[in-house]
């Protein structure tokens, strides 16, 4: 096992010994030196993320925070060229300025952790990729990055990309970044492609429980050429008190019924295309019988703010799953969860985040085993203070497993990075 | 074109050429084994015909189990191997090796699954672009990314090259457009990166293999993603007195908000070629002619046509036409289309140009193309992606005369390094392949270069799949001068000779 050492150098250490390099070159001089120690560490940003992934085997604790600011934003060029981790929410607010947006819609986890928001920085969510609402339409995270810049484990500043949309010069890194939790790559530079904010959006609610028409309004939705931007079910669960209260008081709008389950789809655009998609779609979906509603653009931001907040489940100890399956098997899934587990679906029946109470950690054994059936994955976002690892916390087969050994090898040969961060080797 | 640097043959596999043929009939249908003169032949080039080379042998296997069985014999045997689709690159990457089988996939060429409900079609790699679309477009549905070649070129080729298209802005290329992959490893090992959900969990490794030019595994099925057709899809056809006009407005268009489904830009030299070409009635006044093409419902696109009218008229447009029905549409288009072929008519040979550069630098690119034309005394013309910053500049020349020969390829590697130095890069969309395989050096430094090789390395341990594409041989580099020197200090002190 590694021990914590000495770097000799001039990079800032705090109180609790974590090192703070001020630009890329203080990162590689650490990790080079790192490299030679053989001493793994842990990488950070401003922590809003560090509890999801498994607890790091290392002896040291480097945190890029200090590596932040926006280097070149080119609104023509639908760009943006950051520090690594620049906080996501002065991202945003420099876009927005310029009518632009992060398309794939950041999720804010810090609800779920200590209820509070934070978005954290753009590097730590770059490695997770995990993209919210809109991904179905928009492409996730991995879909927005043009280039990086990093350092791997050899302590080499190395890069990939650029800042044009085509380019297909050299192996594209880039994804290969996205989703590794730190254990490639040292994340010090980040272009994003950004594109312009809708004007407006609505929202359609469709009251409804029974999982067969769920889906086949997702079907319908999802094969519109009217296109949505949004769509999710979450049902009213009464047989779980606690998650039915949170449901009704952070779903709690003007036009929207309490105590029903329904589901809901977001139509973004200028006023009129809006209301051209929304009559096709009732049209395509046969609404007419339907008992719905509609929430205007004040109800319709909030709404779906507070799902990519994951709200209903605010500071939540119990474990909480993020499933993806591939939507035509979704109903099954839903008729399993209604009397085990609270949830609700998001990207038009794709995606699924799921409760497991704390006492219930082999149940998160069997839904995994469905996850694989249903040719998706699940993974343990958080876990509750009971979870003692025994199920996997990620899903990889043995193949994928050997072959994402290999990788890492080729970027951090000592496992100096993040090591065992998502699986035990890499 | 020039004498093309590839890696050392090795003796002692073409000395076993019959001792190789016999085994690989044993690992698939005798017939699927090709090894005589006239029936390597065909197999001799792919899109890029300046470069020829005969290879060992040519496989054409039926299944996935078939080429992993024939990959693990060439890896135990260190056999090299090429893997080849429809054989339309641009860029070499298919180019055969004398000491190396050629791995074709022509006879994987069906789809397995159109699933609607999952909006995602399973195919196997040498069922075409253009095949996907034509399976679903009954049902209103198409698949997104669209190459030229989107008639001949395969999927699995597409995979290959992460290709795109004109629609590449709003709806990406490849890699956007693609759920799972099936692949085959050097060593024989079959492996499923995705599938039909999105955002495999873990090391995104479909995603390192799209654009990996046939270097890392050989793609033996792929999941596509499909899309519903537009209601409505239009297009507009606009003239500029000038190229900073029309490049000012492309550029307006885009940071007003709007997202075009497509945008090409085409200068005076291409219009003229073109309109002669294929009488697609574009305005031979203009300096340069930009066609937008907008989709979504009818409302959104008159809305949204009505922005662009505004914008062009602004930087002031010469002329300004709408497409008021599918068949004009498709006019607007034909001679975009046409543009390769137009200038196959007006020389010899051409050589197409493939590089990115920020959609601003349009004008400032042009001009230097400008200036170049005529240090070198060869016509060029030129056609740009405006909406996602490729260029295609198309140089003419005439083959037979070995100076221009020279001149084009010196002129076309100072058109990339002018789309680095305008903080683009050297391939935008048509591959690195052999072609561009000296000027990664321009965009890329030892540490760069060095981390793709490990990568390289540790899914290919002994070099043995498609070696000698995208990565500089070090004894080309050094000979041609082509390394930048750095502070005086070699490029490559390291670099494995891959």
Excluded at chain 1, 122 to 135: D, E, K, Q, V
Excluded at chain 2, 372 to 401: Q, R, T
């Amino acid at each position: 096992m590694s021990t914590k050492i000495k770097i000799n150098s001039q990079i800032f250490q705090d109180s609790n010994n974590i090192y703070y390099p001020k630009d890329e070159v203080e990162v590689s001089d650490l990790i080079r030196e790192l490299y030679k120690q053989d001493s793994p560490t842990e990488i950070i940003g401003n922590n809003s993320k560090s509890f999801i992934g498994n607890k790091t085997q290392s002896a040291n604790t480097t945190s890029l925070s200090k590596i932040s600011g926006i280097i070149d934003y080119r609104p023509e060029e639908l760009y943006i060229k950051i520090k690594a981790c620049t906080p996501i929410h002065e991202i945003e607010k420099v876009l927005s300025e310029n009518s632009q947006e992060l398309a794939f819609e950041p999720i804010d986890f810090g609800y779920i952790k200590d209820g509070k928001s934070n978005k954290g920085t753009i590097a730590g969510y770059l490695s997770c990729n995990y993209a919210g609402s809109r991904r179905f339409k928009v492409g996730s995270v991995r879909d927005h990055v043009l280039g990086f810049k990093g350092v791997n484990g050899k302590g080499d500043i190395i890069k990939s990309g650029g800042t044009v949309v085509k380019n297909v010069t050299g192996y594209d890194l880039s994804k290969l970044i996205a989703g590794s939790f730190g254990t490639l790559v040292a994340l010090t530079e980040i272009t994003l492609k950004v594109l312009p904010k809708k004007d407006s959006s609505k929202t359609v609610i469709i009251y409804s429980n029974n999982f067969e028409q769920i889906y086949d309004l997702f079907n319908k939705l999802s094969s519109s050429s009217s296109e949505i931007s949004g769509a999710v079910f979450i049902p009213e669960q009464s047989n779980d008190k606690e998650f039915s209260s949170k449901r009704n008081n952070v779903f709690k709008f003007n036009d929207l019924k309490s105590k029903v389950s329904f589901v809901a789809f977001r139509v973004e655009g200028d006023q009129i295309s809006i209301e051209e998609k929304i009559n096709n779609l009732k049209k395509e979906l046969e609404l007419n019988n339907s008992d719905i509603s509609t929430l205007d653009v004040y109800q319709s931001e909030p709404f779906w703010k507070k799902i990519n907040n994951l709200e209903v489940f605010e500071k939540t100890e119990h474990n909480l799953i993020r499933m993806v399956i591939p939507p035509a098997n979704g109903s099954k899934l839903c008729k399993y969860l209604e009397n085990n587990h609270s949830y609700f679906i998001d990207w038009c029946g794709s995606l699924f985040w799921i409760e497991v109470n704390s006492k219930k950690e082999e149940k998160i054994k069997d839904l995994k085993k469905m996850a694989n059936d249903f040719g998706g994955y699940l993974t343990v976002i958080k876990t509750s203070s009971e979870y003692d690892y025994g199920e996997p916390i990620f899903t990889v087969d043995k193949v994928r497993l050997m072959i994402s050994e290999k990788v890492k090898q080729s970027f951090d040969p000592k496992r100096i990075l993040n090591p065992g961060k998502m699986y035990r080797g890499v | 074109m020039s004498e093309l640097a590839l890696p050392k043959i090795d003796s002692s596999i073409l000395n076993r050429k019959t001792e190789i043929v016999k085994n690989l009939s044993k690992l698939t249908d005798k017939e699927n084994v090709l090894s005589e003169a006239d029936e390597l032949r065909p197999y001799e080039t792919d899109a890029l015909s300046v470069y020829t080379q005969t290879p060992l042998a040519v496989v054409l296997p039926e299944n996935t189990e078939e080429v992993s069985e024939i990959l693990k014999y060439c890896h135990s045997e260190n056999i090299k191997v090429v893997p080849r689709g429809a054989g339309t690159g641009l860029s070499g990457g298919a180019l055969p090796l004398q000491d190396a089988i050629l791995l074709g996939l022509g006879k994987f060429n069906k789809i397995l699954e159109i699933d609607y409900e999952n909006k995602c079609v399973v195919t196997q790699p040498g069922v075409t672009n253009l095949g996907i679309t034509h399976a679903v477009q009954n049902k209103g549905f198409y698949y997104a990314p669209d190459p030229s070649s989107q008639l001949a070129c395969s999927i699995g080729g597409n995979v290959a090259e992460n290709s795109g298209g004109v629609h590449s802005l709003k709806y990406g290329t490849t890699t956007n457009n693609i759920l799972g992959v099936q692949m085959v490893m050097m060593d024989g090992t079959i492996c499923r990166f995705g599938g039909k959900s999105f955002d495999q969990e873990g090391y995104d490794l479909m995603g390192l293999i799209c654009g990996s030019e046939g270097l890392l595994g050989v793609v033996t099925e792929v999941t596509v993603k499909i899309l519903k057709t537009p209601e409505v899809v239009r297009a507009a056809l606009i003239g500029f007195p000038s190229i900073k006009e029309g490049g000012d407005a492309a550029s307006e268009i885009i940071s007003s908000g709007i997202v075009p489904a497509g945008m090409e830009i085409m200068d005076k030299a291409l219009i003229e070629a073109t309109d002669n070409f294929s009488k697609a009635g574009y305005p031979r006044d203009a300096e340069l002619l930009l066609i937008v093409e907008l989709d979504g419902t009818t409302s959104e696109v008159n809305e949204l046509i009505k922005k662009v009218e505004a914008i062009c008229k602004k930087n002031h447009c010469s002329s300004l036409k709408l497409s008021n029905s599918e068949k004009e549409r498709l006019s607007f288009w034909a001679g975009r289309k046409a543009a390769f072929p137009a200038c196959g008519a007006m020389a010899p040979d051409y050589y197409c140009m493939d590089g990115s550069i920020p959609r601003g630098k349009l004008a400032e690119a042009l001009l230097e193309i400008k200036k170049l034309s005529e240090k070198y005394e060869l016509p060029v013309a030129n056609c740009f992606h405006a909406g996602d910053g490729n260029l295609h500049p198309l140089i003419m020349f005439d083959g037979n005369d070995k100076e221009q020969l020279r001149k084009t390829e010196e002129f076309g590697s100072e058109i990339l390094k002018t789309c680095v130095r305008l903080g683009g890069v050297i391939t935008g969309e048509h591959g690195v392949g052999i072609e561009k395989r000296e000027l990664m050096c321009e965009m890329f430094n030892d540490n760069d270069i060095q981390q793709q090789l490990s990568i390289k390395k540790s899914l290919d341990e002994k070099n043995l799949l498609n070696p000698g594409k995208v990565y500089p041989i070090l004894r080309k580099c050094a000979e041609e001068g082509r390394v930048h020197v750095h502070k005086n200090k070699d490029k490559f002190p390291d670099l494995p000779r891959f």
